[in-house]
């Protein structure tokens, strides 16, 4: 009976450091997992977006509440010239 005594008394000891140790690494494998899950993901939507003709732009930036900005292409017109401007026409 004496030798089941000193082995639970063993097992105590050094179980409990074991497991410690153990679980720590599986949660860094875990981790690095999910980072790895991530990039693919990430490349997969990114492959995707050039396969549909999708601009990068819709990809990486987040749609706004604002219209877009246009710039109106070809020749401006003059403003008015104020009274006694010596360079109005």
Excluded at 30 to 58: C, H, M, N, Y
Aim: charged share 25%; proline share 12%.
């Amino acid at each position: 009976m004496r030798y089941k005594l000193r082995t639970l008394l063993i097992l105590l000891a050094i179980l409990p450091p074991l497991l410690w140790i153990g679980w720590t690494k599986y949660e860094a494998w875990r981790a690095e997992q999910e980072k790895q899950r991530a990039a693919r993901d990430f490349v997969v939507e990114f492959q995707w977006g050039l396969r549909t003709s999708v601009p990068i732009q819709e990809l990486l930036v987040l749609p706004t509440d604002e219209p877009p900005v246009t710039v109106p292409e070809g020749p401006q017109p003059k403003a008015p010239a104020k009274a006694g401007d010596p360079r109005g026409e």
